[in-house]
């Protein structure tokens, strides 16, 4: 990963995010959210600490970066996901893109009140204007979610969903500033989000296993090893790496270019049409992004 440059690692986060949206709606309905993420990080895990065993990389950690690391995992990788995986259930993927667009601006105030990170005013006017373009593309359905008590629980997960994702991003940030290694750091972190599903899906009752008719479905297979291969373990080791780089608030505004390729997957595979809110609003969101990136 550090072979490659950052605007690389950027584009492969984008890319592949941009289409988890899409793919995770291939796993609704026949497994509970919960064990449904803790299946995708299990797998996740279960390949990079094999691909460490192979290379030979040091798997072994104190109980204190154990610590760390289960709490980059649980947030990152566990109850953040296990939110998105109900809002979907409840509205559409595009408005949980646009709860995600705000991640740069709760990333770098995490940063800034955590570690010091300084916050500039172009930044933020960024943030808010990648906030801004993202909303008017999706405008529509914030129409048709008014009044609604499905929608409002959505919104909910989706706000959960981004804050609890930040504590995540910001551990993993002080974990890679610590000099833990990325990929055994990135096994453990996976293998403990997954294990704090199963840990809510116990306190709640839930089945462990899939809906059996899940197993006959391709499109099942599919999309949870996409999700886990490419949207989790290729993603997130460039995300970490990129994070380290650039720093958490800058990485952030992935989570403000992802709805914009999630738009042209809508566009390609559930008909949907742009109109010119649509365009404006993408005209705004990479405006907000070059404000956000824009060194000096």
């Known amino acids: 990963m550090h072979r490659l440059r950052s605007w690389q690692l950027l584009a492969i986060c984008v890319l592949t995010w941009g289409t988890t949206w899409y793919a995770i709606t291939f ?9 449904g993420v803790a299946l995708r990080f299990a797998l996740a895990a279960v390949a990079v600490l094999a691909m460490c065993v192979w290379r030979g990389l040091p798997l072994r950690f104190t109980v204190r970066e154990h ?9 990152l990788y566990g109850v953040s996901y296990i939110c998105v995986y109900h809002a979907e259930q409840h509205i559409v993927s595009g408005l949980v893109a646009v709860g995600y667009s705000a991640s740069p601006l709760t990333s770098g105030i995490g940063a800034r009140w955590l570690f010091g990170v300084p916050l500039s005013r172009r930044f933020v006017a960024g943030g808010l204007l990648g906030i801004a373009g993202v909303a008017l593309i999706f405008w529509p359905e914030f129409g048709k979610a008014a ?17 609890l994702s930040t504590v995540g991003s910001l551990a993993a940030s002080r974990n890679r500033a610590r000099s833990l290694p990325l990929w055994p750091a990135l096994g453990y972190g996976m ?21 059996a008719a899940a197993f006959a479905l391709p499109s099942w297979w599919a999309s949870l090893l996409y999700l886990s291969l490419a949207g989790s373990v290729l993603t997130f080791a460039c995300f970490l790496t990129l994070q380290e780089r650039i720093g ?17 997957v809508s566009m390609a595979f559930e008909g949907f049409r742009p109109d010119l809110l649509t365009l404006l609003g993408a005209a705004l969101a990479v405006a907000g992004n070059v404000l956000m990136l824009r060194r000096g």
């Open 147 to 163: 009044g609604s008590s499905a929608a409002a629980l959505g919104a909910l997960f989706t706000v959960a969903s981004v804050l």
């Open 67 to 75: 610590a760390w690391l289960a709490l980059q995992g649980t947030f």
């Open 248 to 264: 958490v608030g800058k990485t952030g505004t992935i989570g403000v270019m992802t709805p914009l390729l999630a738009l042209a």
């Open 191 to 211: 293998l403990y989000g997954a294990a704090s599903c199963v840990l809510v899906a116990l306190l709640q009752g839930q089945h462990l296993m899939p809906d």
């Open 27 to 35: 796993q609704l309905g026949h497994v509970a959210a919960e064990i």
